[in-house]
């Protein structure tokens, strides 16, 4: 068999020799998910577990990313290694918009289907009959049993308005920033991606307040029947989303100050930024599907 | 009128954004067509906005109230 010619280093595939960095990740998974598993069994050492698992994780989060971002800065990733970056990328994508399909069909089945069959729509008149109750079908609604009590919903025109016009403002920062990427005028760059993920942290700190309006105010809670256990899960895995996106541009950001990327090498500035246009439009639909339509 | 108008703008960012996600994969960082594309998304974006505070502002849509 014929041997395949010695190639040069930027011709061939780098693969990192002796990480310890997947081995710590998958302990910290299991020490994260254990701790969580044993706090749920009432076990007293759950949190401090979880705890740890967590701090286990960001360290390798911090760890192999820096790993990364030395290795792509000494040129060891060659067009195939930037190709799998992009394919990644799509692959993580479609996961994440797989995540919030499913929280925005609950939605819209729990609306469109589940509350008016128990309000005696189409077929299900019967239904409503045996319940033998009142129950008007109506949205927003914490079902025929009030479960949670009466609440009241957040206004749209309060922190939400807010809210939405915070995150398109960081939607034109970080595209002012894309194309000073794309020009090379580093100053620009830095001032639009600093205001893009303060905005984001901005955000994150108003929906924080909104939840507290929301319990202490509106009693609208995660136990309000179908409505808040929608609402919270929907918002709250967006403002987590939120919070990563702004991490990630914060570490983004850094690497500009230090000098990383040129115009036509910035693979991880365009992951990190469309990444913000997704949790944008991810927002401006639930602004959309749970506050107006 | 003014829900069809604000669903066709959706549909439309969330087409700019998925055309943002192929140049993105494809590009390789080379051209232009990425930043084109997330410009058109966050200018129908801020229109989407607008049009919803106009239809409100003309009473054809109103926010959830309990």
């Known amino acids: 068999m014929a041997h395949a010619p010695t190639s040069t280093a930027s011709e061939k595939y780098y693969v990192p020799h002796g990480s310890p960095w997947p081995i710590v990740g998958s302990m910290a998974l299991f020490t994260t998910v254990g701790g969580a598993a044993l706090w749920l069994n009432h076990v007293h050492a759950g949190p401090w577990v979880l705890t740890l698992g967590l701090l286990l994780l960001t360290t390798m989060f911090v760890g192999w990313f820096g790993v990364v971002i030395r290795e792509s800065e000494s040129r060891l990733y060659n067009e195939a290694v930037d190709r799998s970056f992009r394919m990644g990328m799509m692959w993580f994508i479609f996961s994440e918009v797989m995540f919030f399909a499913g929280f925005f069909g609950a939605l819209l089945y729990a609306r469109q289907f589940s509350v008016p069959w128990l309000g005696g729509e189409g077929t299900k008149l019967l239904t409503k009959v045996i319940r033998g109750d009142n129950f008007e079908a109506a949205w927003p609604t914490n079902g025929p049993g009030n479960i949670g009590g009466d609440f009241d919903v957040i206004p749209a025109f309060g922190l939400p308005a807010i809210n939405t016009a915070i995150l398109l403002t960081s939607g034109v920062t970080i595209t002012i920033a894309h194309h000073a990427m794309k020009a090379g005028n580093r100053r620009l760059l830095n001032i639009f991606l600093a205001a893009t993920f303060l905005l984001g942290f901005l955000f994150v700190y108003l929906q924080a307040h909104e939840y507290m309006e929301a319990y202490t105010e509106h009693n609208l809670k995660l136990t309000s029947g179908i409505y808040g256990s929608t609402f919270f899960p929907l918002t709250a895995f967006h403002g987590f989303h939120v919070t990563v996106g702004a991490l990630m541009l914060a570490v983004v950001w850094f690497r500009c100050l230090k000098g990383h990327f040129t115009p036509t090498h910035h693979f991880a500035f365009e992951g990190a930024a469309w990444y913000w246009h997704f949790v944008d439009v991810v927002w401006l639909g639930l602004f959309i599907f749970v506050y107006w339509l | ?66």
Do not use: N, Y
């Open chain 2, 1 to 66: 009128m003014a829900r069809f108008l604000i669903l066709a703008c959706l549909l439309a960012i969330v087409l700019s954004l998925g055309s943002a996600l192929l140049h993105l994969v494809r590009d390789k960082g080379e051209s232009q067509k990425m930043a084109r594309a997330v410009t058109i998304r966050v200018a129908l974006s801020v229109l989407l906005f607008v049009l919803l505070m106009v239809a409100w502002w003309l009473g054809w849509i109103q926010p959830h109230v309990r």
